[in-house]
């Protein structure tokens, strides 16, 4: 078992910028692709960033790549997603997730999943 806790939501401006962070604990986190997900009201969860263990592969959603950047600690079983320039269209919340996969986009690939951070961008 892996278990993840995401951190660092809140609310913001438009134009800010936001850190989050996933701790992870359990199983060897570094073997495990990490990614972020969002998921806002009435919409479905979205890919948003992953890496894999090694961070020798990153991947964006194609909307996020010029503001939104992933990163991994291995060392200290973290993951994080810097935001800048963030927008009112941002506001999800934003959800951790580990998993071996070769579909990084796809949620169904991810086998442990945090509870979420709230991140709100006002206008």
Same mark, same amino acid.
């Given at each position: 078992?892996?278990? %993840? &806790? /995401?951190? $660092?939501?809140? +609310? &913001? ?19 495990? *692709? ?26 964006? =959603?194609?909307?996020?790549? /010029?503001?939104? *950047?992933?990163?991994?600690?291995? =060392?200290?079983?973290? &993951? ?5 320039? %963030?927008?009112?269209?941002? *506001? =999800? ?5 580990? $998993?071996? *996969?070769?579909? +990084? /986009?796809?949620?169904? $690939? ?8 709230? &991140?709100?961008?006002?206008?």
């Amino acid at each position: 078992q892996v278990q %993840l &806790v /995401e951190s $660092g939501g809140g +609310l &913001v401006q438009a134009g800010g910028s936001l850190g989050l962070s996933c701790a992870a604990s359990g199983r060897t986190f570094s073997a495990y *692709t990490m990614a972020w997900f969002r998921q806002a009201p009435g919409k479905e969860r979205e890919f948003v960033a992953a890496a894999t263990w090694n961070a020798g592969v990153t991947l964006y =959603a194609e909307s996020l790549k /010029e503001r939104f *950047t992933i990163s991994r600690h291995n =060392a200290k079983n973290t &993951v994080y997603l810097q935001m800048n320039s %963030l927008k009112p269209e941002d *506001t =999800a919340v934003y959800y951790c997730a580990a $998993g071996h *996969t070769v579909d +990084l /986009e796809i949620p169904d $690939g991810y086998s442990y999943w945090g509870q979420g951070t709230q &991140v709100t961008v006002s206008s």
